[in-house]
């Protein structure tokens, strides 16, 4: 049987690898996409959403629209620089064919839990604005989801949008402190083994002999991600593999280590985003997550190369 997972998603050049390489793997069912501002604003990233599904026949998949904006109203500073203004790498894609599911994010969310009671994975792959949202409806969904496994934090390293926070958490730190001061299994997929798992040009190089419509796309976007990443990190043509280390994770959890620890989510400050492993337990008795620390970064991309070129 396959696991049943929910996308919430800002798609986005990573979000687009992690998505179309669960697209291309029967252990995973993916009941819908969600969408979320972050990469660029939320009508650009839904519509990315329905190019997603449409890509390789998976039409049948309900995309949704979701929050524009953080739960409190702040300036928003998208990731448009890094992902382009279409949140397709400035590629100009045709529109997609279909249409938007007329529920809202948080409707979707919640309805899709309730049918699943139990069995259902939430993957947030942006700011957790949505998730927050839905908590904030129905509570009761926190014993009803199966596991959230989010990218998003540095639990102990530094940050990539500010010195200590991380992107999607940066982008609603309300909503994320949220999200993991609630009562059920959260996943942390964050810095701390995406930053580790590099992608070199000659991995893009196997993955774009692929020669499919997934890996077609991936070629036609990742250039811009790949400036960005020379021009911050110095890459000089790799990147790090934010979202699709979640799909990875998904797909094959021994390939990572994790510790389980509380997280806090500072809201204020400048650390505003930064997200706090409580490893002692010395802030209380929140719930603990679990702390992805270190990967088989070689084995996790060739997983993912492996699914997308199949
Ligand atoms: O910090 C990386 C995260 O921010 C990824 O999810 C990327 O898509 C952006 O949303
Ligand atoms: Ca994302």
């Not at 000089?236 to 990572?256: I, Q």
Request: hydrophobic content about 45%.
């Amino acid at each position: 049987m396959a696991r049943k997972i929910l996308f919430d998603t800002d798609p986005g050049i990573d979000d687009a690898m992690a998505i179309l390489a669960a697209l291309r793997s029967p252990e995973l069912e993916v009941v819908g996409l969600t969408t979320v501002f972050g990469n660029a604003d939320v009508d650009t990233c839904a519509l990315n959403g329905l190019r997603l599904v449409e890509l390789e026949g998976h039409d049948h998949i309900p995309v949704s629209k979701g929050a524009g904006a953080p739960l409190f109203r702040r300036e928003l500073d998208l990731g448009t620089e890094v992902h382009g203004l279409d949140g397709m790498g400035n590629t100009n894609p045709p529109p997609p064919r279909g249409r938007l599911d007329p529920r809202p994010a948080v409707q979707f969310i919640l309805e899709m839990v309730r049918t699943y009671p139990g069995e259902l994975t939430l993957v947030p792959l942006g700011p957790l604005t949505n998730i927050a949202m839905a908590l904030q409806q129905d509570p009761e969904i926190a014993s009803l989801v199966e596991e959230v496994v989010l990218m998003g934090g540095s639990a102990f390293g530094v940050g990539n949008i500010s010195p200590v926070a991380e992107a999607n958490i940066f982008h609603d730190a309300h909503a994320a402190e949220i999200v993991f001061r609630a009562d059920w299994d959260v996943t942390m997929v964050g810095l701390d083994v995406t930053t580790k798992t590099i992608v070199q040009p000659e991995d893009l190089s196997r993955l774009y002999a692929g020669k499919n419509p997934a890996t077609d796309l991936l070629e036609r976007i990742q250039p811009c991600y790949q400036a960005f990443h020379d021009q911050v990190y110095g890459l000089n043509g790799a990147f790090h593999l934010h979202d699709p280390s979640v799909t990875a994770y998904l797909l094959k959890p021994e390939l990572y280590t994790a510790i389980q620890a509380p997280v806090y989510v500072e809201t204020t400050g400048l650390c505003f985003g930064k997200t706090i492993a409580d490893v002692h337990r010395q802030w209380g008795a929140r719930r603990a997550a679990r702390i992805l620390v270190e990967a088989d970064s070689r084995a996790v991309i060739d997983l993912l190369i492996d699914r997308l070129i199949q």
